[in-house]
């Protein structure tokens, strides 16, 4: 399973970006998608996911309003719509895989097994 994620880049405050993940290798639809976060000197957060088969999508509640995930199911590509940017927005976005997952479990980076590269976005003042 590979995971690609992009879109990142630099943005003023106000503005927006629109983050994609292409999954390639997974075989079925009992997965789910997450993304999580990792800011400088913290730790990785849970940002959205989606449950693959029934396309429920969870959000984590900071994320609740501003950022939006969707996806393409017939391209295996999920994507984070993210709006009115702020500078704590500042993070690497990382996509990952989880294979039947409870819901729970969409929200704990611990259990996704496969994770993509990272793109990075960074929100200036």
Known sequence: VQLQASGGGLVQAGGSLRLSCVASGLTDDNYGMGWFRQAPGKEREFVAAYKWSSGNKYYADSAKGRFTISRDKGKNTMYLQINSLKPEDT???????????????????????????????????
């Open 91 to 125: 993070a690497v976005y990382y996509c990952a895989a989880i294979r039947s997952p409870i819901v729970s479990s969409l929200y704990q980076s611990l259990y996704y097994q496969y994770w993509g590269q990272g793109t990075l976005v960074t929100v200036s003042s």
